[in-house]
């Protein structure tokens, strides 16, 4: 039926609004679009009120991550209409693969707390390389925000030590924060192409330099990586 089937690139049928998620269609139905549901359009995500730090580094992020998966394996495979048509060149697929070497290694040495067991990088690798980029993107749309408007930002009640910067920051991090149980912690690393919270969160951070710069970090100290993955 779908052999034959004219494609509706208008068609909302994946994603319910209530969804709190957001995705890129590619591979699901070749519509080639960002989708970003109301569900996810509250807080810590997003809220109209909100700082725009908050923002930038809540729903920010999370539109920056999905369109850095039109730069990955997948999306590499695709057009701008969403056909299947390869177009990268042999020297970008090259270099892209010793670059995504860095962020598998990085995150196959995470190990799970209390589990004792390795995050698989293999596994999580298109989705840790958007968390890369994502994070990348949105904080510097943040600074060229910052730059027009120098007097916006206000900073919150009770967090004042913080700058906007690092709010910016620890909104990156309450974004993926989770509990969980143990088994279902075990069930995340052994099928999910995401990986955990933390890792999403210390991954990222420890390889950009603005996080150091914002914190006051040297490269090896705390969270601070002296090799730092970079893929774009």
């Known amino acids: 039926q779908l052999l034959r089937k004219h494609v509706d690139r208008k068609a909302w049928d994946y994603l319910p609004p209530t969804t709190v998620n957001a995705c890129e269609y590619i591979i699901i139905s070749f519509l080639l679009c960002l989708a970003i549901p109301a569900g996810i359009l509250q807080m810590p995500f997003y809220d109209k009120d909100a700082p725009k730090y908050q923002n930038y580094g809540g729903i920010g992020v999370v539109i920056a991550h999905e369109i850095a998966h039109g730069f990955d394996d997948i999306g590499r495979q695709f057009d701008k209409?969403?056909?299947r048509i390869p177009w990268w060149t042999d020297e970008t697929i090259e270099t892209?693969?010793?670059r995504k070497a860095c962020i598998?290694?990085?995150y196959n040495n995470f190990t799970v707390p209390n589990l004792n067991i390795n995050a698989n990088g293999d596994q999580t690798q298109n989705e840790d390389i958007a968390d890369?980029?994502?994070?990348?993107?949105?904080?510097?749309?943040?600074?060229?925000f910052i730059q027009a408007n120098p007097n916006a930002e206000k900073r919150?009640?009770?967090l004042s030590e913080y700058s906007p910067t690092q709010m910016f920051f620890i909104n990156y991090a309450h974004?993926?924060?989770a509990k969980m149980t143990d088994g279902y912690a075990r069930a995340?690393?052994?099928?999910?192409?995401?990986s955990l919270g933390q890792f999403r969160v210390n991954g990222p951070t420890s390889n950009f330099v603005e996080y150091d710069?914002?914190?006051d970090c040297k490269p090896g100290q705390g969270n601070s990586r002296m090799k730092k993955c970079t893929v774009w």
Not at 188 to 194: I, L, W
Request: proline share 0%; charged share 30%.
């Open 132 to 144: 890369n980029i994502g994070l990348r993107v949105a904080f510097y749309a943040y600074q060229e």
């Open 188 to 194: 995340r690393v052994e099928s999910d192409e995401h």
């Open 213 to 215: 710069r914002a914190f």
């Open 96 to 98: 892209f693969i010793e």
């Open 104 to 106: 598998v290694d990085q």
């Open 156 to 158: 919150l009640q009770d």
């Open 81 to 83: 209409d969403g056909n």
């Open 175 to 177: 974004i993926r924060c």
